[in-house]
């Protein structure tokens, strides 16, 4: 069977591979090697720069030729390394003999043996991954989510004086404004974002078990641990790890992964309220033309958007989570258990990213209905109890508390007219019932 959008078995490069194509340049196999590619040629440079005895006479010029080997990257040149693969049956081993081919075409065979030079396998994996993952956070992930955020926003301040029934344990609770309910959520996820942001992609780059042991016998004078920093951190622009293992800590990485769930986590919550409110037609959606909502009943118009974001939240939660517990754990000096699971770390990003883009389609469709709003407040004149009874607090009248009380657990409908009438009642002040008689379901929203 010939694999395409129609064939493949992960729903992410089948059904929704138009949503999270551009990820493809990240995390599919493709950008793997293109970002080994990428810190071989930038470690052999930033060797030529130490620069090690017998590099000096590199010409610095041909940098430019050697960085196009990853600018100019292309699927015939993983092809290539794949092929070569097939011979090693070591996937960084492949790229460096890759490099070592297209060094013979620039007719630089006597530099070859800098490539990989003093490295291990992880040297090259635990820097290639944090830095497709920070270009991938910086480049589809931000930007997809900030026009989420920006959607959200929009709603907020649109809706900011819709006066709306609030539900605590799903009973009728003290009026909000419908825009503040929306803005919740924006506060919510910005804090998650801050704390995302501010968390280091971290690599590990020190040779065989971390100690850079064979760069310190091979040339002893140098200061290794200072030329890692600086090639991690400045070259690079991650985050170098020291000490380490053979491996990454993978610490930091997981860090990202629950703040990244935790912002899925606010968004499922997000979903659900808006999925309620159209169940309690406070939203209408908009209808498409030649959509159907339903196989079977004709007038259907399902809160699919919402849904679909909601599946897809969890199916990235239920990731990260193994990762974030997983990845920080590896016997002694290392095992492989880390390997397979780096290369799955594009597909709860690419779940994040189904979701975010399905909520905001959902949003973009829901059209409020201030018909059934309002009319739920008009029903809900019990709601006014609390304001009442904490203004007879203040003016020191006896037991306000329960005397509202017995008036709205009566079992009777509580209306303007029957509140009217208790206010008219008490033996208090004309001014202060007329201050009590201006609260109403619409306008006791707080600030």
Known sequence: MSFSTLTAISPIDGRYRNKVDELGNYFSEFGLIKYRVLVEIEYFISL???PLEQLQDFDKKLYSDLRNICIDFNTNDAQQIKDIEKVTNHDVKAVEYFIKEKFDELKLEKYKEFIHFGLTSQDINNTATPYSLKEALENVYFPVLEELKEKMRSLSEEWKSVSMLARTHGQPASPTRLGKEINVFIERVERQIEQLKVIPYSAKFGGATGNFNAHHVAYPQIDWNKFGNHFVNDVLKLHRSAPTTQIEHY???????DAMKRINTILIDLARDFWTYISMNYFKQKLVKGEVGSSAMPHKVNPIDFEN?????GVANALFEHFSAKL??????????????LRNIGVPVSHTIIAFKSLLKGL????INNEAIN??????WAVVAEAIQTILRREAYPKPYEALKDLTRTG?????ESIHLFIDKMNISDSLKKELKEITPFNYTGI
């Open 48 to 50: 030529c720069e130490l």
């Open 251 to 257: 610490d930091n990485i997981a860090a990202s992964f």
């Open 309 to 313: 974001a909601e599946g897809n939240f």
């Open 328 to 341: 920080p754990i590896s016997r002694l000096q290392r095992d492989l258990t880390d390997s397979t699971v």
């Open 364 to 367: 973009t469709k829901v059209i």
């Open 375 to 380: 009319s739920d407040l008009e029903e809900n």
């Open 412 to 416: 009777e409908k509580i209306t303007k």
